[in-house]
């Protein structure tokens, strides 16, 4: 019986530990698809990565989507403007200084709250559609990019100084939402910038 | 004492429960990175969603990402063609019927296997650029890409007959992959192709 009783606390102590493992992460919940502002705020809230699209030079103009990072300000705090921290080494960067046409897509999927299939029209999908802008580097606002950036990307500080990397960001012109069944869902520049703090809960 | 035993069957049994569901998985152990037709064929066969680049209409011919599923084979089967089933309702289906131009971006991140941020070079991520094009309808070639696409995707199977959907594949011209420092890697489309079927291990 005793060892039944070391059992029962070691699977016990398991338990909690898997449970507590992901009760440190800081998360807003999935807001009612009717608030289309709140839903398309809250996937780039809780989102760490998308893909970034811009118009190839190497390909005579064809599109190159790209895995970034990015973060639209610290925790709780963010703004909806998408920051990146890109480098001239990279394509995208390149493209975007020739020609500021871009768009970056994320997705419900890696937030971990989708039922259904990741295209499934309630597993929600954003693309931000607008001008990828380098900021001027040592203003307010590439301050304020960077400690977004750097909070939610504690790695991008370590990153090679030599690589020239650049604060850019995504000045939105238009936004294409699905968020539930009856195609994309009409929303404004203005609708989503203008939207309201998220309440922030811990869980 | 009962309820002690009773509480250990109960943590035992919850325990178990965590770890066979994702023993279910049907997966392929991560290539070495020297490897690079290796690593690309792995993140494709791996991964069930990307996004999507076309050239919007809407928009003057800026570059689009759209979050699409979609298959390159039956599981353990992939040849490297990514497949997608998608619907004329929406605008990358519509923009790839006018101009074929496309990329479909994806990232090891969802795959669950990186140890770094999604933008470190060690977390793998994958640009196919090339030809979004239309199977014919009732082709053998269509009939294989719906095999490939139904059994990734089931729910695909239930998605609304009205809505148009019809098969495409990526026609791929250019290959863009980072696995590791140094750079994106070099390696030819018919290297890609060629790659022979991966080993498929269950864990």
């Not at 608030?35 to 190839?56: C, F, K, P």
Request: charged fraction near 25%.
């Amino acid at each position: 019986m005793e060892l039944q009783v070391r059992l029962c606390q070691f699977f016990f102590f398991l338990t909690i530990l898997q449970y507590s493992s992901s009760a440190r992460i800081l998360r807003i919940d999935k807001p009612d698809w009717h608030d289309v502002a709140a839903s398309a705020r809250w996937l780039v809230s809780q989102n760490i990565w998308g893909v970034l699209s811009t118009l190839s030079i190497e390909h005579q103009g064809a599109p190159f989507g790209n895995v970034v990072s990015f973060s639209d300000g610290l925790p709780g705090e963010g703004k909806g403007i998408p920051y990146f921290y890109l480098t001239t080494l990279d394509p995208t960067t390149r493209n975007a200084l020739k020609d500021s046409r871009a768009s970056f897509t994320i997705s419900e999927s890696p937030i971990g709250t989708c039922k259904m299939d990741p295209m499934d029209p309630t597993c929600s999908k954003l693309t931000l559609t607008g001008k990828l802008l380098q900021l001027e580097e040592r203003s307010e606002e590439e301050k304020v990019a960077k400690k977004a950036l750097f909070t939610k990307h504690p790695e991008m500080m370590d990153w090679p100084k030599g690589h020239d990397f650049r604060v850019f960001k995504l000045e939105i012109i238009n936004i294409f939402l699905i968020n539930w069944y009856g195609g994309a869902k009409s929303i404004t520049v203005d609708e989503y910038l203008r939207y309201k703090p998220l309440k922030v809960s811990s869980f």
